[in-house]
């Protein structure tokens, strides 16, 4: 009977030996990671995607005329331009410490998009401003240069935004109706890793 005891108390000691183990092992980033929309496979490509092609497709999806709809894409160190995300998709790599350089973001149904990156030893590039499906390019590609932070405003709706960033991991969710949405982090010197978008 002891031995009995002396077994199940090293099985009991060992299961929670092991369940410190794996909730020490889960990082808070990826414990905060959104469930927003669904990734697509980043691709290797010169050429940024076509997001007024992507913004076409989300609108004749979607029946109602008064629809908001945003799309972007991230310029990836190593990789290049990734596929385009809409509406909440993730742009960007999570765990693999590569930077965004430039983030492409084109909307629909919100009049006017207006945008600006905040660029590692450059600060806050001059504002943009386009109607609806006008591509603006943040931040700097060829030149290895990181983008830390973006500020983006629409005319009509709620835009939110989410980055992931260098050492912190998941960001709060930060929405705005009009005026400037902000993510990303200034004059810490961090990267930002992934992005995801969506209006309302």
């Known amino acids: 009977m002891k031995r009995n005891y002396r077994t199940l108390a090293g099985l009991f000691g060992t299961a929670v ?27 290797d490509s010169s050429a940024a ?7 076409q497709q989300q609108a004749t999806a979607d029946v109602s005329a008064a629809a908001r709809k945003i799309c972007y894409a991230a310029h990836v160190q190593n990789i290049g331009w990734q596929l385009q995300q809409c509406d909440g998709g993730i742009a960007g790599t999570i765990g693999k410490s590569l930077r965004i350089e430039a983030l492409n973001v084109a909307a629909t149904g919100t009049s006017t998009l207006c945008g600006r990156g905040y660029v590692q030893n450059i600060g806050w ?5 386009g109607g609806d499906t006008q ?3 943040l931040g700097t590609t060829g030149q290895g240069l990181r983008l830390e932070a973006v500020q983006l405003s629409i005319e009509s709706g709620t835009i939110c935004g989410q980055a992931h960033v260098q050492d912190i991991g ?12 902000q993510i990303g982090t200034i004059g810490q010197s961090l990267r930002m890793e992934a992005v995801l978008l969506f209006v309302a």
């Open 135 to 137: 591509v603006l390019t």
């Open 49 to 55: 995607p076509d997001l007024t092609k992507a913004l």
């Open 17 to 43: 030996f092991l369940a410190t183990a794996l909730t020490a092992a889960v990082s808070p980033a990826a414990v905060a990671a959104p469930a927003l929309g669904s990734a697509r496979t980043s691709t």
């Open 170 to 181: 998941w960001q709060r969710q930060v929405c705005a109706a009009g005026p400037d949405m």
């Open 125 to 129: 590039q001059a504002w943009q401003c």
